[in-house]
């Protein structure tokens, strides 16, 4: 695997898309990051044991290995998510989307936990959704509290963390994404699964981990709905080729 490249003078950079079986999203992030931002992409089957020399992985969505146990229960233990611990210290950025979010959190990645969505209903809608952090290789081309219009496809997308865990989640910073309206108010109205304190998307301290729920790469062209999603790839792109992840320091992954 080849990292950052140069095509005709223009830095592209590497992304790995892990591919799971069950795996569903992987052709349409693939086809965001390279045919829609003109990067390199690359399917990273789930027996890979090694991520070297990529400038960023992703977890896409689906219903890996079936959904069976719990969502992205087996996935965390598979070779490739096994290989983003030392991916991670070594500086390496990762975003899990929806299945993805799900086997960042089995896999202790991320703190906290998915259940069913309240009401016990498979939701499949476009949502609205606040940025909370923007010092993040996702969100570094945004403007705090600015919102975006999603969809979801998840039928245990709410997100939950015990009373240990949350002083931690707020005083690290690590709640990147809610649920809002259209104008970014934080009502029980526009959660759409019953998520604590509306959230739909966190990261790791550091921010190089980002897990969330709603699909960027199905919001990433005005055919499909709009380009709101594609603002979270480009941040990431932004943030690889001017260097900034030189400024993040390498973390201890427990």
């Known amino acids: ?17 892990v591919v799971f079986p069950g795996s569903n999203c992987d052709a349409d992030t693939y086809h965001a990051i390279r045919d829609v931002l003109a990067q390199h992409a690359q399917y990273v089957w789930h027996e890979e044991r090694s991520l070297d020399g990529l400038d960023a992985v992703i977890l896409p969505g689906g219903f ?21 611990r030392p991916y991670i210290a070594a500086g390496g950025l990762v975003l899990g989307i929806c299945n993805g979010f799900q086997t960042l959190l089995e896999a202790g990645l991320l703190p906290g936990a998915m259940q069913p969505n309240l009401g016990g209903r498979f939701r499949c809608e476009f949502v ?8 993040t290789p996702f969100t570094c081309g945004f403007a705090p509290g600015d919102v975006l219009r999603i969809p979801i496809a998840h039928a245990e997308g709410r997100y939950i963390i015990d009373s240990t865990g949350r002083p931690a989640l707020a005083a690290h910073r690590q709640v990147v994404f809610r649920y809002c309206d259209a104008r970014g108010n934080v009502t029980p109205a526009a959660n759409p699964n019953g998520a604590e304190d509306g959230i739909a998307g966190i990261s790791s301290p550091s921010g190089a981990v980002l897990g969330l729920m709603p699909h960027p790469e199905r919001a990433s062209e005005e055919l499909v709905g709009g380009t709101s999603g594609l603002r979270i790839f480009s941040s990431l792109v932004l943030w690889i080729t001017t260097g900034r992840r030189l400024s993040m320091q390498p973390v201890e992954v427990h």
């Not at 990292?3 to 898309?17: D, E, P």
């Not at 890996?64 to 983003?84: F, H, K, N, Q």
């Not at 609205?128 to 010092?135: F, P």
């Open 128 to 135: 609205h959704v606040r940025t909370e952090r923007v010092d």
């Open 64 to 84: 890996s290995y079936g959904d069976y146990l719990r969502a992205g229960a087996i996935a965390a233990t598979s070779p490739a998510v096994r290989a983003l």
């Open 1 to 17: 695997m080849k990292g950052t490249r140069r095509i005709q003078g223009v830095a592209r950079v590497n992304i790995g898309i």
